[in-house]
């Protein structure tokens, strides 16, 4: 009895030791498998970014993984495969689970593996979506739209979601229409793809500053040079004459007023945000003013130059018409206005082509930018003007929203 009490009991302490380190290893499983997952994840959005090749992307993926391994104190390798023909990454990682019960891989511990595999989802990054519905909602007169590297969208069901009138091109990696389009072989490359799947509001989830007192009221610079400060501009600010106006490190909201620039002006942004609510909430940048501007680092308005009250009237209107305007780096968020970059329509009449402000050939906006994303109700493109989108993400410190390039990314296995 004594003898066969003990290994009975032996037995059971086994049983008991064994369900212990079963439970261990498929917790380690678990985890291991959550981090193959991220570190997938994370190298295929790194096709987002138009100058990633495939040993950048391995390296984001293994650094992805590393961390992982370091934060959670595992004894665990990762090893990735990148697939360029179908843009898919595959993380197998691999770690030591320890026994203390059952002697299975010998002291080193059972060796247990996970693999995930996610691909990007779509071919081209996204650089210009009209969100709104009906007819003109992204048009292009007397100017272009060159977007080499990413995609160009209009949400509008109307045969006539896109337009390009006569000497309008757009030109694009992709271009596609919820509805139709308006134009022929001489307006578009490549030729726009229609009755496509409306695109979401990428940054509807962002959450928009707090409007607390006025901290300025009737700011008017004239013929001056001034660093501003962060904060509340009641009535808005008007930038005239010869005036040289920097906004750095913040974000500035227009309340009840427009962010104006008139005359040889120049606004410089560095670090900054323009966040604009209430009425007559609108930007309006003439001719002959010159912009330079570059969207926050970091912090809640990261990567947005401009973002719109979502409580505005639909249709406000927002002119960049300055043809000197070369760096526009960071985010065009209106989700209810209309922006026009260009003079406004009809203002170039065929007597003033060929003159400063209505030029024969296009003159170059944003080209200087690293990247440039517009989301707007309503885009016009008009009077001469070729709206250069670039999509170098990974050659700035200032960020793209994530929120732009979450859902072309999926995992597959």
Known sequence: MPLM???????????????????????????????????????????RLSRSDSNAITQVALSAAQAAFDEAKLNATAEVTVDDTIRAVT??????????????GGNGGYAVSAKATARAGSSSVLCLLALGDGQHILNVQNGR?????????????????????????????IICSSGGYQ???SNFNPMPSIDCPVVADPLNSRAAPVVGKCDFTDMRIDNQDVT???????????????????????TYIMKDGDLRAQGNSSLIMVDAAVYLTGHNAELDFSPTTTLDLSAPVNG????????????????????????????????IYLSRGKLVVGQAPGTCSPADVGTVNCPESPVNVADQSAWTLIVAHEVNITSGVNLVLN???????????????????????
């Open 5 to 47: 009490f003990v290994l009975f009991f032996g037995g059971l302490m086994l049983a008991a030791g064994g369900a212990i380190d079963i439970a261990s290893s498929m917790r380690i499983r678990s985890h291991i498998q959550n981090i193959a997952d991220s570190a997938a994840l994370t190298g295929a959005t790194q096709y």
């Open 91 to 104: 993380v197998v990682v691999t770690a030591k689970a320890p026994l203390r019960f059952l002697n299975i």
């Open 145 to 173: 739209v060159t977007a080499p590297d990413c995609s160009v969208n209009s949400n509008s069901g109307s045969a006539q979601g896109i337009v390009a009138n006569v000497k309008a091109f757009i030109a694009a990696k």
């Open 183 to 185: 134009g022929g072989t």
């Open 228 to 250: 501003l400060k962060p904060g509340v501009y009641c009535n808005g600010l008007t930038i005239k004459d010869n005036s040289r106006v920097r906004m750095m490190h913040g």
């Open 300 to 331: 809640p308005l990261a990567g947005i130059l401009f973002f719109e009250d979502r409580n505005a009237d639909i249709g406000r209107t927002h002119q960049i018409a300055s043809r000197a305007a070369s760096k526009l780096l960071g985010t």
């Open 391 to 413: 999509s170098g993400y990974d050659a700035t410190a200032v960020p793209v929203p994530p929120e732009s390039l979450a859902s072309s990314t999926i995992l597959t296995h």
